[in-house]
């Protein structure tokens, strides 16, 4: 859906003097928010030094970004069939799926799913590991049940969104809990040991763990069975991430320098060293003071689904103090932390002129606007996703411009799978953000590819990949 202005400056009667001069003043204060072409290269450019830090031995430790090995270095080629179970964590729902990888007629290659959604209670989330994974265990024990397949012993693959230091494909160590996950006994533990004991002490089905995956590489995988050219894969949803196949001999962490493998960059740490001090605003600290994880994640507290709709709030809360919106009066709602949430954003973008989407969110957060009022809420809007979108587009042109170098290829085409809420679901995101990444990439050809299913069915085809290559060992 296009981008709508709904605030045109025109000439205006004097008697509307007072309501230009309100939106001037607003606009004065929202337009700390732009970003000009030089600051985001500036990013791009401490992006690209982190990443570069992170990958070498001896500064991996204090890099703030960790760009943490996968050992993903194949991708689906089409000759991998069978049935795979795939489990996909990454918030307070979780999702069990089954997955059917075969042949169609023509014998081109064809993927079909079934899922089933569970909502993951607080006390398994702040509780300790042994809850979490026992009820994990438990939701599974109920997918086997429903589709009738509890007697067959199935390959996982296992989505897990959290930092993880890889070992193997099928090992991981946690390396802290994010999104308001806090199950003790978790983190510096191998958690595919801890999925492992969860299905043992139930002791009612069996799994052959063969892989564990970040949502990012999961999406990337998932995309690659539709493009052969998908070397990224991204999330910008409740939080911000990507990954891409880098060149083993840069990376240090592991042995070997032929070939590609997979890196999980953990770019939302970026800033976590000082690196984006001088872009970040008064309602960027609060965000980040107010949270869970202070001086944590700064980046993507400046991108991601959780904080957008809580930095609008702290705007308008600005606007209202100024006495620029709803005559300096705010509601009691209004004032509590959390109540604008970021998918009000969204319907307030989507509004197509006559204010009605943007009037009935105020008025849900108890504040009965005028005309002027929603017409300046749209800017503020409008300002914080903008911004969410060109910060996250130079992220992502900082990693194809490294690996335009890394190939010394003159003109890279590649292919970048996304999912998450705020590109799927945001108005004008996706098109802020592509227009953007290309304007920093000049000599790369980029397609975006919006992922469906991706994290279950990558982290399936993952497991497929890894059950192909283990026999072929065996084989030879």
């Given at each position: 859906?296009?981008?709508?202005?709904?605030?045109?400056?025109?000439?205006?009667?004097?008697?509307?003097?007072?309501?230009?001069?309100?939106?001037?003043?607003?606009?004065?204060?929202?337009?700390?928010?732009?970003?000009?072409?030089?600051?985001?290269?500036?990013?791009?450019?401490?992006?690209?030094?982190?990443?570069?830090?992170?990958?070498?031995?001896?500064?991996?430790?204090?890099a703030?970004?960790?760009?943490?090995?996968?050992?993903?270095?194949?991708?689906?080629?089409?000759?991998?069939?069978?049935?795979?179970?795939?489990?996909?964590?990454?918030?307070?729902?979780?999702?069990?799926?089954?997955?059917?990888?075969?042949?169609?007629?023509?014998?081109?290659?064809?993927?079909?799913?079934?899922?089933?959604?569970?909502?993951?209670?607080?006390?398994?989330m702040?509780?300790?590991?042994?809850?979490?994974?026992?009820?994990?265990?438990?939701?599974?024990?109920?997918?086997?049940?429903?589709?009738?397949?509890?007697?067959?012993?199935?390959?996982?693959?296992?989505?897990?969104?959290?930092?993880?230091?890889?070992?193997?494909?099928?090992?991981?160590?946690?390396?802290?809990?994010?999104k308001?996950?806090?199950?003790?006994?978790?983190?510096?533990?191998?958690?595919?040991?801890?999925?492992?004991?969860?299905?043992?002490?139930?002791?009612?089905?069996?799994?052959?763990?063969?892989?564990?995956?970040?949502?990012?590489?999961?999406?990337?995988?998932?995309?690659?069975?539709?493009?052969?050219?998908?070397?990224?894969?991204?999330?910008?949803?409740?939080?911000?991430?990507?990954?891409?196949?880098e060149e083993?001999?840069?990376?240090?962490?592991?042995?070997?320098?032929?070939?590609?493998?997979?890196?999980?960059?953990?770019?939302?740490?970026?800033?976590?060293?000082?690196?984006?001090?001088?872009?970040?605003?008064?309602?960027?600290?609060?965000?980040?003071?107010?949270?869970?994880?202070?001086?944590?994640?700064?980046?993507?507290?400046?991108?991601?689904?959780?904080?957008?709709g809580?930095l609008?709030r702290?705007?308008?809360?600005?606007?209202?103090?100024?006495d620029?919106?709803?005559?300096?009066?705010?509601?009691?709602l209004?004032?509590?932390?959390?109540?604008?949430?970021?998918?009000?954003?969204s319907?307030?973008?989507?509004?197509?002129g006559?204010?009605?989407?943007?009037?009935?969110?105020?008025?849900?957060?108890?504040?009965?606007?005028?005309?002027?009022?929603?017409?300046?809420?749209?800017?503020?809007?409008?300002?914080?996703?903008?911004?969410?979108?060109?910060?996250?587009?130079?992220?992502?042109?900082g990693?194809?411009?490294?690996?335009?170098e890394?190939?010394?290829?003159?003109?890279?085409?590649?292919?970048?799978?996304?999912?998450?809420?705020?590109?799927?679901?945001?108005?004008?995101?996706?098109?802020?953000?592509?227009?953007?990444?290309?304007?920093?990439?000049?000599?790369?050809?980029?397609?975006?590819?919006?992922?469906?299913?991706?994290?279950?069915?990558?982290a399936a085809?993952?497991?497929?990949?890894?059950?192909?290559?283990?026999?072929?060992?065996?084989?030879?």
């Amino acid at each position: 859906m296009p981008c709508v202005r709904c605030v045109q400056m025109v000439k205006m009667p004097c008697s509307y003097r007072p309501a230009v001069d309100k939106i001037l003043m607003a606009e004065q204060i929202l337009s700390e928010f732009r970003l000009k072409k030089e600051e985001l290269k500036e990013v791009m450019k401490r992006m690209q030094r982190e990443m570069d830090r992170g990958l070498r031995l001896e500064t991996h430790e204090e890099a703030s970004v960790k760009m943490l090995p996968t050992y993903v270095c194949s991708t689906p080629e089409g000759s991998e069939v069978g049935d795979f179970l795939a489990l996909d964590l990454g918030g307070t729902n979780f999702r069990v799926m089954l997955v059917k990888v075969g042949e169609d007629e023509e014998r081109s290659w064809k993927v079909e799913t079934k899922n089933q959604m569970y909502s993951i209670p607080e006390d398994a989330m702040t509780g300790t590991a042994q809850m979490l994974f026992d009820y994990i265990a438990e939701c599974m024990s109920n997918f086997l049940d429903r589709h009738h397949i509890k007697h067959k012993k199935l390959p996982l693959g296992f989505t897990f969104s959290f930092p993880v230091r890889h070992e193997d494909i099928d090992k991981g160590i946690l390396l802290n809990w994010t999104k308001g996950f806090k199950a003790s006994g978790a983190e510096g533990n191998n958690v595919v040991g801890l999925l492992r004991d969860a299905i043992k002490r139930r002791g009612d089905f069996e799994m052959d763990v063969v892989a564990m995956v970040n949502d990012t590489v999961a999406t990337m995988i998932s995309c690659y069975y539709e493009d052969r050219s998908c070397e990224v894969g991204m999330i910008v949803g409740t939080g911000c991430n990507a990954c891409y196949m880098e060149e083993m001999r840069t990376v240090e962490l592991v042995e070997g320098e032929q070939g590609r493998m997979c890196v999980n960059t953990e770019w939302g740490a970026f800033g976590n060293n000082g690196e984006l001090e001088e872009f970040r605003l008064e309602y960027d600290r609060v965000v980040d003071e107010t949270s869970i994880n202070p001086g944590q994640q700064l980046y993507e507290k400046l991108i991601s689904g959780k904080y957008m709709g809580e930095l609008v709030r702290l705007v308008l809360m600005k606007l209202v103090n100024e006495d620029l919106l709803f005559n300096g009066e705010a509601s009691e709602l209004l004032k509590t932390g959390g109540s604008l949430e970021t998918r009000y954003v969204s319907q307030m973008e989507s509004d197509t002129g006559d204010r009605k989407q943007i009037y009935n969110v105020l008025s849900s957060l108890g504040v009965l606007p005028s005309e002027l009022d929603c017409d300046i809420v749209r800017l503020v809007c409008e300002s914080v996703s903008t911004r969410s979108a060109h910060m996250c587009a130079a992220g992502l042109a900082g990693v194809i411009n490294l690996m335009r170098e890394r190939r010394s290829e003159e003109a890279l085409k590649i292919t970048v799978g996304i999912d998450g809420s705020v590109y799927k679901l945001h108005p004008c995101f996706r098109d802020r953000f592509h227009k953007i990444v290309r304007d920093l990439t000049p000599h790369c050809e980029i397609t975006f590819i919006q992922s469906e299913e991706g994290s279950g069915r990558g982290a399936a085809l993952i497991s497929a990949v890894a059950c192909k290559m283990a026999a072929s060992i065996l084989t030879h």
